[in-house]
């Protein structure tokens, strides 16, 4: 998790030592935990807890097989989420991105079974069908002025409609093309999963320390470098072992089959954060979607294009949907009406806000999703280990989901407890 608190060149924190430098960091941002902005901290806290928690009570838990299995089963929640965090940042919600992400789903698997067409046909349709979606819905509630919830309330159900008359009312669909069964089935080899981890330090390195040579060089606002190498240090240590872990054998019978490697979802799900988090962070949409959710009113005197932007943020979430959508039928290598509905879209919004995107706009990062992604596939997996029922594990998200609305609702000075007002 990154530090945000920063220091200025030429101050006394710059001149002290290195040691020095970091633990005045740490108060900085201890004393930012202490005034409200948690950030991601409760996620990755809630992350920590529930390992060591589940691994405590069932050793097959923390088993390399398990921990493979764990990015598979949150990656679709997690790319809806992640779409999510952008309607979420502007003050609005999306109802229907789990259906949205079914008929997607079913539109891909129809083009590539029943019509016989490429993958890259069938992938792109249902991309494209999520994106006019998401265009269609961004209309509506911006140019016609109807509330984001009843929209995508009607959404919701007439999605389910839709995708049985796709479906030909409830036929399941069975995928066969080994490209889109991969995205969610197959693992790299071990070689070219160091590489792609070689890869991942040296950029990410590279950015960090360009950033601060950068803002440095020209007096601006900057992170000590001794926080900037230990954040690099972290992530390089994290990623080292992850890699080493998924490259062990984790096969059952390897003598039948052999199962090494990283999940290809892996690779999937950190492009599409590397990509949110840019567009968020690094650009100018990203600066405006946050001065949208802020103060609409604001951002438009200033001279921000603010129903584009919103239009916009609906189109990116129902383009991730259709993303989720792929990645359920690959993982299920089949579609039905199912595919999309159930807990779907409520593990999807538990997992943006969880992360740390707040109901109220205007906070929110693709990381929060990835977070409460993790938090969501941890819960469910640990208690299906444990061998609890559904309705233990859907009672025990509620409550999670509860306890991360009301840190962010206090964190902004909405709570009442302990005499605030």
């Not at 079914?102 to 129809?110: D, E």
């Not at 802020?294 to 949907?321: K, P, Q, T, Y």
């Not at 964190?411 to 009442?416: D, H, L």
């Amino acid at each position: 998790m990154s530090i945000d608190v920063k220091t200025r060149p030429g101050s006394g924190a710059e001149r002290t030592g290195p040691a020095r430098q970091v633990l005045d960091h740490a108060r900085a941002y201890l004393s930012k935990v202490r005034s409200g902005e948690v950030g991601a901290l409760p996620a990755v806290a809630g992350i920590i807890a529930l390992c060591l928690f589940f691994g405590a009570l069932d050793p097959v838990f923390l088993s390399v097989g398990n921990l493979a299995n764990l990015f598979g089963q949150g990656a679709a929640v997690a790319c809806i989420a992640m779409g999510l965090v952008f309607v979420l940042i502007i003050g609005e919600i999306d109802l229907s991105a789990g259906f949205t992400s079914g008929v997607c789903a079913a539109i891909m698997a129809v083009i590539l079974t029943d019509l016989g067409l490429s993958w890259p046909v069938g992938i792109g349709a249902a991309v494209i069908a999520g994106t006019v979606i998401g265009l269609t819905l961004g209309a509506l509630v911006v140019k016609l002025g109807i509330p984001s919830f009843v929209v995508t309330l009607a959404a919701f159900l007439a999605f389910q409609g839709l995708a049985l008359i796709i479906l030909k009312e409830g036929t399941n669909i069975t995928i066969d093309n080994e490209f889109v069964k991969d995205i969610a089935g197959g693992n790299l080899s071990r070689s070219h999963g160091w590489l792609l981890l070689a890869v991942t330090v040296v950029v990410y390195a590279a950015v960090q320390l360009s950033r601060w040579r950068r803002r440095s060089g020209r007096g601006l606002v900057h992170d000590p470098l001794p926080v900037v190498i230990t954040r690099i240090a972290a992530l390089t240590g994290l990623l080292t072992a992850t890699v080493f872990l998924l490259n062990l054998e984790r096969s059952a019978n390897p003598q039948l089959v052999s199962l090494t490697g990283v999940p290809i979802v892996v690779v999937l799900l950190g492009a599409l954060f590397v990509v949110g988090s840019f567009v968020l962070h690094r650009t100018r949409f990203g600066r405006h979607l946050y001065a949208v959710g802020g103060n609409r009113e604001a951002a438009l005197r200033a001279g921000v294009a603010v129903d584009r932007v919103r239009i916009s943020a609906f189109v990116i979430c129902s383009g991730m949907a259709a993303v989720g959508g792929i990645v359920a039928a690959s993982r299920a290598a089949s579609v039905d009406p199912n595919t999309g509905g159930s807990n779907v879209l409520l593990l999807s919004v538990g997992a943006a806000v969880i992360g740390g995107a707040s109901l109220f706009g205007g906070k929110g990062t693709v990381r929060a999703a990835l977070l409460g992604g993790a938090v969501v596939a941890i819960i469910n997996n640990g208690m299906g280990l444990m061998g609890l029922s559904a309705g233990v594990r859907f009672a025990v998200t509620g409550l999670v989901l509860l306890l991360a609305a009301g840190v962010d609702a206090m964190s902004r000075g909405q709570g009442r407890l302990f005499g605030r007002h």
